[in-house]
């Protein structure tokens, strides 16, 4: 492992400027300390009679933005949840697995009888250290703005993630063996979250540059991350990335077990698929995708399309099904699935095996007839107590995206949607990170809760750093702007804030607000070089100048009438 220190610890401002800060809210319930970022602006700020003179962030980054902490990828990030569970009842070391963290800790397992799940917890009645952790979170500091903006969204409690966990109607994916994970929950009654998938190929990338663009990712802002290796060190690069990642981390176990067989499909068996959970399982994963319900009855249909089937997990379990004559291993043992997805508290992403890869195989017949497969597996998981979430398409055209969203809910009983874009056209190649925003937005705006981001690079090779950068930004973007159509106060405030720090010509607050502040202020810089240090002062870009500035002249009407 040759990661250099200096490009995983650089210095914050480097991506969020120098009026960015850490900051730490301490729980009541519980002995954490919340992680969020703020904002200092350069003058206040007034909305409904408060004042800002700064705004908190909601914040991926971890220990990576923190100056105080001090950054070793060899030796991971610090095992934050661990010191919230003394003693954690109802576990037991476990041997399982010949392999050892790196951490040095012994992985742990639920003892027999026990479940250690979050929403076991929460259907007991209990608010866990996690439960309060997301709940501080989602509300970014801001409880009092969000009690009298007059928003119909109130600051969230505790007991009300306990309450919708215990639904299923929210997750929060936090495998017992990942202690470096800040908690996080995805649900429709949550701001929207986004995924960003890393992973080498048999084709190209090291375990360094999937640590770097996993490190990278959360940076910039995604929520969690899938680790998609397929090529060799697959063990190895998923232990690098889950001891230095501070968001939750999610498989599609069967990638690692198809390396088993070499490839071949038709070589798979339960056994090999099962030992590769429980390794994964005891490394720390958090979420396994799952494709489950690829079932034989639905393959004829498959088959006729334009595309067929293009998830690669589905494409597998096709071709074993087919081979073998046999119903889909996933399925048929999916109980048994779900008795070790207890014993560790991962939650099961159930994988969309048949999803559409083109639009003129959108909602069809194969895709509808598994998401009704993908509910009855809802609440069997359910039964165990494991947190569930629905993976989605696709590629689907505008008009024929609110049917996803309705089907997903009334099949699946509200679990939390997870969806890949969906990309609304097929011509977006180079483009389709735009592409699957545009689908996403629109999704997320009717409650889907967690947006798989697509880079530059989809259909066309494997993404580097920046495209990792590119994707996760243009989805945070679809993301905030599906929670600004939810009506969430703390999204409506930072926009306030943007659109009031532009009309008074307040560049470090535009640039420190947005998404991208290294970005923004770059480019502002590169258009004007003439004005130097001048550059703050000026009261129009060069977008207009300063003669057609219709933000200038607008101020300087209202500054008239005022007078
Ligand atoms: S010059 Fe045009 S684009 Fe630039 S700030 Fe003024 S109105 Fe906006």
Redesign the pocket.
Known sequence: MTTSPDSLSTPEQNFYGPCSRKIHIDGRLHPIRVAMREIELSKPYSFNGQTFTSLPLYDTSGPYSDPAAEIDPEKGLPCLRDEWHDARPGTEPSQKSPHRPMNGRTPLRGAEGSSVTQMHAARNGVVTPEMEYVAIRENQHLEEWMETSGSVRPPVTAEFVRDEVARGRAIIPANINHPELEPMIIGKNFRVKINANIGNSALGSSIDEEVEKAVWACRWGADTIMDLSTGSNIHQTREWILRNSPVPVGTVPIYQALEKVGGIAEELTWEIYRDTLIEQAEQGVDYFTIHAGVLQEYLPAATERMTGIVSRGGSIMAKWCKAHNRENFLYSRFDEICEILTAYDIAISIGDGLRPGSIADANDEAQFGELKTLGELTLRAWEQDVQVMIEGPGHVPMNLVAENMTKQQEYCHEAPFYTLGPLVTDIGAGYDHVNSAIGGTLLASLGCAMLCYVTPKEHLGLPNKDDVREGVIVHKLAAHAADLARHHPAAWLHDNIMSAARYSFAWDDQFNLSLDPARARKWREESSPEAGDKLNEER??S???PD?????KSREAAETRQK
């Open positions: 129009f870009c977008m207009c100048g057609f500035c219709s933000m200038k």
